[in-house]
């Protein structure tokens, strides 16, 4: 008995092992961000009433994220394709993610997403909530990538070609919770709602 459940612990981590590379070389592009909410206001009811933000949120939003005290929630919309694919379904369970905004190449915002998500090839719908910090340049905060972010929103033009999302997860192991060793760059947004545009 003892030797059939070594086996089949070894089956499973052998398993396991093969299901943790393949989620790590795999393709991960951003269909859409949903729901969003920033300090729980909420965006896409802004964007479909043609309300922007008022001379006071703007300062109190501005505020909180130069304190690294703003809150952002969504649901992203996560598409994942494995290089090798295989019949038997696929899973990789993520107790923690770190992410990184870039604009322009330059790092702007940062944050953690402190929620256990289950990843699958496919489409993954995935609700967040997650502080948003500025990078940190040293001990001082890094201003630059902020404000080109700023800037741009305030064009008003498609800023999808100038951001770069990155995902640092931590993934669920048999010996424990491992991070991945490098961020994985998430291909450039397709059908972002209006307000990333």
Known sequence: MALLLMLAMVIYSCKQAQDIKAFTEAKYSLQSVRDIKLNGIDVEQRIQERR?????????????????????????????????????????????????????????????IEETMELQEGLNLLPIATPVGL????????????????????????????????????????VGNVESPAYITVTKPTGIVAFFK
């Open 52 to 112: 922007g933000f008022s001379h006071e949120e703007r300062d109190s939003l501005l505020a909180t994220v130069t304190s690294n005290s703003l809150e952002f929630s969504s649901t992203l919309a996560l598409h994942v394709t494995l290089q090798e694919h295989s019949e038997e379904a696929r899973h990789l369970t993520i107790t923690r993610m770190k992410w990184l905004l870039e604009v322009d190449g330059e790092e702007a915002l940062t944050g953690v």
């Open 135 to 174: 990078v940190s340049d040293g001990d001082l905060p890094n201003y630059t990538g902020l404000s080109r972010l700023i800037t741009l929103l305030g064009q008003r033009t498609d800023i999808r070609e100038h951001v770069t999302l990155k995902i640092k997860p931590t993934i669920k192991t048999p």
